[in-house]
């Protein structure tokens, strides 16, 4: 039904015609499912913008065709085009808040849709009420007049699930439909997509960067890097047995949330940008790839069948044989380099670093017109926490769970509204000024964020060792120059000599944050606090920082409190796990034995929303198992 | 507080100047930065050697030439090149004395007013809380006066002079300063840089000073330029009501004052402070918006 033919997107740098995407095909059969995976800036989404007609100026097709019901989409005119989309093509969105106009109600935008596929308008309220209905939105009347502000990501992201499908359209495009959402909407919300597309025996293009996601979900799966189709086949055996280099890698370097541990192998380096591409003549996942040979960088490889349905675009495609995991290096890992890793426990019989006693944290809101009213919000509720020195503990839950205010608690962000809050053995709150400061010092924080964490205006040197700049510097800095420091600090977190001149607009994301885990350890911290450190990298990436926070805590005897959302993170990491749920903390103890054993629902409804290494189980859950 | 601290261009790290070659690279890409550039520093330039390059004295009156026509006109001369007034003073030397005082209001009030609208804007965008609130409360208290009757009620009660005019301009525009910079210090002091700052041991001024203000200073900039704008208008309405400067001193205000009686008569002495206020007001603006152009990153990319 929808057939992509040797599609090549180009655009011109510096003079040269640049392929962006090269010769990608594909094709899509009705009620099926297509998954488009890759990191970012591997041009998935491109291939979303072309359907939907909106190429970037400065970008043309040069060959190939997208086919669709035996049309070409290329050669339509913009008013058959339009025709199409909306009808017949329906688009799912990224961020459903920001897709939604915010200056109008729910049924307006509703209504305009309904307009433009031409509804007789007195039918729309019913047919509205009957789609709210189908994708499970509570008092779908109600919900007509309320504003996209007022609901939920994943209640907006039903809202436009439902207007996608409102037309009965054959092809839904989803250009990462769960990416903004917590686990646990992802987990309906693509319930929600296959209950649909089954109802309406609709094709789905789902662009995503989570290759199991994509392995569950699809029924075929092509693979992207920087722009090039390195793999295409059935779902299960992209993944089970990859023959391609760096999808095999994509599934190495992420961590499982069941099963036995094993030492992620990241690949070094980064995807090369467009500006780079121009200059790459062979494969362009060479310059990353353990098992290349100079043919590699002579010509692109061509598409080669391995199994029926199986295409793989490599000279030298995994033998799936031998299910060897590869190294970053190129070096294969040994099996004791995998007995050796292992979560940092800490000391037990230490005296414990930080110590937090039936914390609460309040947050007032002033309302009315002079901010008479006072609305109190409890983020933390009744929190006891014990951190050891060296002890790695996570802390998951959804958005709204609180664990971020803890971070901010802990580094002293935030005032506790009760309860009592020890830094090695002293009362925060009753401690003077002194102590205070030490206790800053001994704890340091990485953040979320690492673009809006940099300044922008400082360079790596000055962002590294800014903390020389700060008012009373402590002994911990005494006798040691800025220069040699900075050095130090580089050659810990792994970056190039010659970044210390750039400043964080000239590096990448995984760079960025390894300059901001740097500017933490400048001090020599005791206690790490990282708020959601690996959330915007990619799994390759993401995998590199991880392997990085184990080492250093390992070479430095740094106690860190990891905050993330991602359960398998923290299992990777963290030997001690507590999960929160608004506000409360409803489960703790050793990672392995909470994740292997479960007691609380709400820890059940996390594990069970994280989509399984083995594309054999079945996933998303079925109903019931998710509340 | 030097917003730009070239002491630190010793250090070869510091990557500051890098800093602040870019901006400047980006200023010079400006045509609308080089207009008003240049206009406003060839009337600098004349404002600074005005007793070289006037042809008289802006005071001398010359009672047996009175309202003598342009050069170019059929009995005109070259002593008077603009002509000259009902009191027979040379239109062209009043001209360019009086953007001495235009010049002096228009660089000393921006400066002054930039200075405590920024500063109270960067106290209270950083600290928030209840000094925000008591600046908050004062700006819309202040703005709620129309500015010209403010103005005049500061010069009723401070007398005549350039000081004190510079004083009224400063009292009544600090607040658009401090409006605007605010706003762009809440959105700079909830990045995670000045927590960040503020964890690595930095004091709150170190912060403020070091995080967060180099972050405002572009606009900061823009509002300065715009404000010359500004100021030079104030200056001559005040000038034209004859509150400003004493009758001694020779502004464009003034000679706009002087010139309506023979306004028929000779249109040229009326025209030549009209053109003068446009040019430099006009210079000011072009300049800002320049600026703003060049500095603001959010506009970059429609630049390049």
Not at chain 1, 105 to 125: Q, S, W
Not at chain 1, 174 to 202: C, G, K, W
Not at chain 1, 340 to 359: M, N, R
Not at chain 2, 19 to 35: K, Y
Request: proline share 6%; aromatic share 4%.
């Amino acid at each position: 039904m929808l057939s992509i033919d040797h599609l090549t997107l180009s655009t011109g740098v510096d003079g040269r015609q640049v392929d962006l995407i090269r010769d990608l095909s594909a094709s899509l059969q009705r009620g099926m499912v297509l998954g488009l995976v890759g990191e970012s800036g591997a041009g998935k989404s491109m291939i979303g913008r072309i359907i939907a007609g909106h190429i970037p100026t400065g970008f043309e097709i040069t060959r190939g065709r997208v086919l669709f019901d035996d049309k070409d989409l290329l050669s339509l005119d913009r008013k058959a085009w339009r025709a199409l989309l909306g009808r017949r093509i329906a688009f799912i969105p990224q961020e459903p808040l920001t897709a939604l106009n915010p200056v109008l109600t729910i049924g307006r935008t509703f209504n305009e849709h309904l307009a433009h596929l031409g509804v007789a308008p007195g039918r729309r309220h019913q047919l509205m009420l009957e789609q709210f209905e189908a994708v499970h939105l509570p008092r779908p009347a109600d919900l007509l007049h309320r504003y996209p502000h007022e609901l939920s990501g994943g209640q907006c992201q039903r809202v436009l699930i439902a207007m996608a499908f409102v037309a009965n359209p054959a092809l839904i495009v989803a250009d990462e439909p769960t990416t903004a959402l917590d686990m646990v909407s992802q987990v309906n919300v693509l319930r929600l997509l296959a209950e649909q597309r089954r109802q309406h025996e609709t094709a789905m293009l789902l662009i995503t960067h989570d290759l199991r996601l994509a392995a569950h979900v699809c029924d075929d799966i092509t693979v992207l890097y920087a722009g090039e189709q390195v793999e295409y086949g059935p779902a299960r055996e992209v993944l089970r047995r990859s023959r391609h280099p760096y999808t095999w890698a994509l599934d190495q370097a992420t961590p499982d949330v069941r099963g036995a541990q094993r030492l992620l192998s990241a690949l070094s380096g980064q995807m090369p940008g467009i500006s780079a591409l121009g200059s790459m003549a062979g494969c362009r996942f060479a310059a990353r790839c353990p098992q290349r040979v100079a043919a590699c960088e002579a010509e692109p490889p061509a598409a080669t069948e391995s199994t029926p349905g199986h295409w793989v675009r490599c000279l030298r495609p995994r033998n799936i044989s031998a299910r060897v995991p590869i190294a970053a290096d190129g070096c294969e890992t040994t099996s004791a380099d995998r007995a050796t890793w292992q979560t940092p426990t800490g000391d037990a019989s230490a005296k414990p670093l930080i110590e937090l006693q039936d914390v609460t944290l309040r947050y007032t809101a002033r309302r009315g017109l002079l901010g008479q009213r006072k609305v109190h919000n409890l983020a933390v509720d009744g929190l006891w926490l014990k951190v050891q020195p060296g002890e790695f503990v996570g802390i998951v839950g959804e958005s709204g769970s609180g664990k971020s205010s803890v971070a901010k608690l802990i580094v002293g962000a935030e005032t506790l509204s009760s309860g009592v809050l020890r830094i090695e053995g002293r009362d925060r709150v009753l401690a003077n000024s002194e102590v205070r400061r030490l206790n800053r010092e001994h704890i340091q924080m990485i953040f979320q964020d690492p673009h809006s964490a940099l300044n922008p205006r400082r360079s790596v040197y000055r962002l590294l060792t800014q903390t020389y700049e700060a008012d009373r510097r402590a002994v911990a800095l005494a006798g040691h120059p800025r220069e040699e420091r900075a050095q130090e600090l580089l050659t810990d977190v792994g970056l190039p000599e010659d970044t210390l001149t750039r400043f964080p607009g000239q590096l990448s994301g995984g760079q960025k944050q390894r300059v901001n885990i740097g500017r933490a350890l400048c001090v020599m911290p005791r206690l790490i606090v990282a708020d959601e450190i690996v959330s915007g990298l990619d799994v390759s990436v993401q995998a590199q920082i991880l392997n990085l926070l184990i080492e250093l805590g390992r070479r430095h005897g740094i106690a860190l409190v990891l905050i993330s959302h991602d359960l398998s993170v923290v299992r990777y990491v963290c030997s001690r796990v507590i999960v929160m749920q608004r506000g409360k903390v409803v489960e703790q103890g050793k990672t392995e034995e909470v994740f292997s054993d479960p007691k609380h629902p709400y820890t059940q409804l996390l594990l069970s929303s994280v989509p399984p290494a083995d594309p054999s189980i079945a996933w998303p859950p079925a109903v019931g198992a998710v509340g | 507080m030097s917003a730009i601290d070239l002491g630190a261009s010793s250090d070869t790290r510091s990557g500051r100047p890098s800093v602040v070659r870019g901006a400047l690279v980006r200023l010079a890409r400006q045509p609308r930065v080089w207009v008003g550039g240049v206009i406003l520093l060839a009337a600098m330039l004349l404002a600074v050697f005005a007793p070289h390059i006037a042809p008289h004295d802006p005071l001398d009156q010359d009672l047996l030439h009175m309202l003598a026509p342009p050069m170019w006109a059929p009995d005109g001369s070259s002593a008077f090149p603009l002509g000259t007034d009902g009191l027979g003073r040379c239109v062209l030397s009043r001209a360019i004395y009086g953007a001495r005082v235009a010049l002096t209001v228009a660089v000393i009030a921006a400066w002054g007013s930039m200075l405590l609208g920024s500063t109270l804007a960067l106290l209270g965008g950083y600290f928030g809380g209840i000094v925000d609130r008591l600046i908050n409360y004062v700006v819309d208290l202040w703005m709620s006066f129309p500015p010209v009757v403010l103005s005049l009620i500061l010069l009723v009660g401070l007398g005549t002079g350039v000081d004190k005019v510079v004083l009224a301009v400063v009292l009544v525009d600090w607040t658009r300063f401090c409006r605007v910079v605010r706003a762009d210090v809440l959105v700079t002091r909830r990045r995670d840089f000045v927590l960040a700052a503020q964890l690595l041991g930095f004091s709150h001024w170190r912060t403020m000073l070091r995080e967060v203000l180099p972050a405002v200073i572009p606009l900061m900039i823009t509002l300065f330029s715009i404000e010359m704008g500004v100021a030079i208008i104030v200056e001559a309405t005040l000038s034209f009501i004859g509150l400003s400067v004493p009758p001694a001193i020779t502004t464009w205000g003034q000679m706009l004052a002087d010139a309506r009686n023979d306004m028929q008569s000779a249109p040229c002495v009326l025209l030549t402070p009209v053109a003068c206020i446009i040019v430099t007001v006009l210079a000011c603006n072009l300049l800002g918006d320049g600026v703003r152009v060049a500095l603001d990153p959010r506009l970059r990319q429609r630049v390049a």
